[in-house]
Every structure is written in structure tokens, then in C-alpha cells.
């Protein structure tokens, strides 16, 4: 029997052909992505770059590969085209919260709602934090609150 059929080479092959295959299922994707954003990107478009500026596209030149952002009105900035990541877009998801105020809010509301409705809690869940607030005895709030205090810099004689 020839040593090139172990069944363990032919596992190690198998697995080598489909790590390859998966590489190059990847890089199709990755090229169809970019290739999508490349047509999404046109000047007054919102977009946001890789570190995470955000700004509407006002010029692109192929030639130096430079693209100008106004982030602000009157506040242009000029990056790399390849920076650009992605084109923003406003979706707006029925019923989430649009600030964190508006969370906030919500979830008071909420509280507010079930805090009558609330069952006894038995014991807490792995993970699960427990407000649990210590009991300050009377010697403890007797005690004065030490002040720190600084000592002066030892003086250096120069003779």
C-alpha cells in the first residue's frame, strides 16, 4: 500500500482545500462590498471615515486618491478616499429611543409602571448584580473625615 493514502493525509488535504475555498468565498465578498460602496459614495453623500469622522462628501479626486468632508458648514476637511468606511444612512427603528434622555425616560416610565406590580427577588443569577447598600452604624458616621494633606518638598542645599 503507497504512503501517500493514510487516511490522515487525506483529512490534512481536505481541510487545506476547504480553508482555500473559504479564503476565496471571503475576498469575493469583500470585493462585491467594496465595489457596492463605490457606487454609494458620491459627492453629498453622508459617509464616515475609519476613525470615525463623520461628514458629507463634497469632492472626490481620482487622480491624488483625496477626498473633502464638511463636517461642519464652512469646515472642510481633505482625507485619504480609502478612509471613507461606509455611507451613512437614517434608519429608523419603530419605537427605539433616539437619545439617551429619551431612554432614560422611557425606562422611568417603565419603572414606574411595574414598581407596584414588582415580585420578590429570590436569589440573584450568576452575573447578576445586586443593589445591595451597606449599613452604616453609628460609629461610622461619628467618625470625621480625614483631609489629605501634603507635605512641603524637601529643600535641596546647592553648595
Same mark, same amino acid.
Given at each position: ?43 453629498? #453623500? *453622508? ?11 463634497? =469632492?472626490?479626486? $481620482?487622480? &491624488?486618491? +483625496?477626498? %473633502? ?48 406590580? #414588582? *415580585? ?11 443593589? =445591595?447598600?451597606? $449599613?452604616? &452604624?453609628? +460609629?461610622? %458616621? ?18
Amino acid at each position: 500500500m503507497p504512503e501517500g493514502f493514510d487516511p490522515l493525509n487525506i483529512v490534512l488535504i481536505a481541510v487545506f482545500v476547504l480553508l482555500i475555498f473559504f479564503m476565496f468565498r471571503n475576498s469575493r465578498k469583500n470585493k462585491a462590498k467594496q465595489e457596492e460602496l463605490r457606487t454609494q459614495i458620491v459627492p453629498g #453623500a *453622508e459617509v464616515m471615515t475609519n476613525f470615525g469622522l463623520f461628514g458629507t462628501l463634497i =469632492s472626490i479626486d $481620482e487622480f &491624488t486618491n +483625496v477626498a %473633502e468632508l464638511e463636517v461642519n458648514p464652512g469646515n472642510i476637511v481633505r482625507v485619504h478616499r480609502q478612509t471613507i468606511a461606509k455611507v451613512v444612512t437614517d434608519e429608523v427603528v419603530e419605537g427605539a429611543p433616539r437619545s439617551v434622555e429619551e431612554a432614560m425616560e422611557i425606562a422611568n416610565r417603565e419603572y414606574e409602571l411595574n414598581k407596584d406590580n #414588582a *415580585e420578590p427577588v429570590g436569589d440573584p443569577e450568576f452575573g447578576e448584580r445586586v443593589d =445591595s447598600t451597606p $449599613e452604616v &452604624t453609628p +460609629v461610622e %458616621e461619628a467618625a470625621p473625615a480625614k483631609k489629605a494633606t501634603r507635605r512641603p518638598a524637601a529643600k535641596k542645599d546647592s553648595e
